[in-house]
Each structure stands twice: as structure tokens, then as C-alpha cells.
């Protein structure tokens, strides 16, 4: 196309931005997202070279709107027409000088007409990769934590059934574990008995113990929530109504934030909620269908 093609390099804030931070948390019994990071510092390296360049604007495929709150003069981010595939939820947490330069010319598009003006143009590339699934978020992601953590801090340890203590096995190692995941299996050898299907994992300690119960005891009420972040000028002297969903293009669940100080707070759901984990990742939208705006993170 004659367009000027420049390539930066990552590597390094990469690692420790993003794959430490993986590793840390999965050793601490912790969930991560990092799919949130990774933007934040996608946009911040793209936003760096571009003051090098001399351009004013940065542009990207995510399926999202941006726009200019000239009451409150401050950027904020909206769900895209394509609800399907909406990946406002990635750039929630993104700082106003980034948002301020940035383009989305997906934002009006369904991801199934992208894909068909792809085709009659010829131009090849993956347009049909699915920008639902978080990165590193499944057990496979244990080969990854193995390449980058000393075996002491992967330590083997029992799975526990947490109504009764009862041990039900031993496991090889936390980092194989994810929260919600079915289908558990233990070490096999003296004692190894197979595991109810319908148990889930529900708490991971980075000593080693893991408890398991049925879904039915992994329901939530609400929540405690830290690293608050909020649109600019919000009133933060009183409860909010609000809207959060906790992965893209997923579910909106009604809740109230009640603030505890400035970046902590307590969330309570309408309805219960399944699976939370430590480290959750929640992104809050002043309503729950079309047209929604991000209007905090935590």
C-alpha cells in the first residue's frame, strides 16, 4: 500500500511487565488477566514511537468506541456496535493521553463484515482469531510458569474438599491448577482415588493446598475490590450503581461500589455471581447493553 512500516521492539518490557508478573501471581494463588497490561503497554510503547515519528494519532483493531466528554474534558471508552465480539473491556484501564490519540476503525463494523471485506480484497491475515479468550488463563499456561520459576516455588501439596478438610489426593503442583477448572486429576500413585467431575477448583494457596467444591458453593454475593480505577470527576462521596462484567463481550451484572478510601471498595451483585478468584480483573459500564461506557476498573 506505500505505506511506511516501522517494527518495535518489546522484549524486554514484555517480560517484565507481563510474563513476571504471570508467573507471581500464578505462584501466589492468584488469577491474572494480562490480556489488560498488555494493551496498557502496547498503546504506551506505540504512543512513544509515534512522538519520535512526529504522528498525532495511533490506530488499532480493537472492536471499541472512543470518545471526547467535553462537559467533564476527559476521553472515554464504549462498547462497540459489534456486542459479539466488544473489546471495550481491554482498553478500560487506559490513561487519558493514550486515549486522546486513539483511532478505531472497527468500532462501527461487525467482526463477521470485517472478515467478508477481507475476503474480497484478498488480504489475508488473522481476522478470525477469537478475541474472547485471555492469554495465559488456562492450565496449559503451567509449561510457561515451569520455564520461568525455580521448582521450590511450585510446591506439590493435597486437594482439599472444603466442606469437610477431607483430602481427596495429592497434586503435582499449584501452577497446574486454575480457578473454576473441572475435570481435576491428581498424582497418581498410593491413594489415588478419581475426583467427582462436578467439583471445582475454588482456592489455591501458594503452600500447596487446593480446595475443591461442587459450582453450587463457587457463587458470590460481592466482593472486596483494590486499585480502583475510576473516570475522571466521578462522585466518589456516595455509592454507585453501576454495571461490571468480568470478561469481554460476557454478561453486564447489576451491582453497587460502596467506597472504603481511594482505591479500595466493596461491591455487592444483584444476583449471584459464579467463579471469582483473587486477582479478578472488573470492569465497571454505566449500563448493561448497547452504547455502554467504561466508567472504572478494579
Known sequence: MGILFYAVKATFE??????EKIVGRRLSGEL??????????????LSQKAQILGAKYLSTG??????????LNCYQVFTANDMENDQSFLLSSLPQHNLSRLILPLSDLRKVDVIKINQRFGLGGKV???????????????????GFSHENL????????????????????????????SDIKGREGIGFQQIDRDLVVVD??????????????FYFEGCGVDDLFLT??????????????????????????YFKCADKGV?????KVFGLARGQHIVFYDRGGDGAKTIGSA
Open 232 to 257: 475522571p470527576l466521578l462522585d466518589l462521596t456516595k455509592p454507585i450503581k453501576l454495571f461490571i462484567r468480568f470478561r469481554p463481550s460476557e454478561k453486564a451484572y447489576k451491582a453497587v461500589l
Open 14 to 19: 514484555y517480560r517484565d511487565l507481563i510474563i
Open 154 to 181: 511450585r510446591p506439590a501439596g493435597q486437594l482439599i474438599l472444603s466442606s469437610n478438610e477431607h483430602s481427596l489426593g495429592e497434586h503435582e503442583g499449584i501452577h497446574k491448577y486454575v480457578y473454576g477448572q
Open 62 to 71: 480493537h472492536y471499541a468506541k472512543v470518545h471526547k466528554n467535553d462537559t
Open 32 to 45: 491474572y488477566i494480562p490480556c489488560i497490561d498488555c494493551n496498557n503497554l502496547r498503546m504506551e510503547i
Open 267 to 271: 461491591l455487592y451483585f444483584a444476583e
Open 204 to 217: 489455591i494457596a501458594p503452600q500447596g493446598k487446593i480446595l475443591l467444591a461442587s459450582k453450587e458453593d
Open 128 to 146: 478470525l482469531r477469537d478475541s474472547k479468550n485471555f492469554c495465559y488463563s488456562d492450565k496449559n499456561t503451567s509449561y510457561l510458569i515451569e
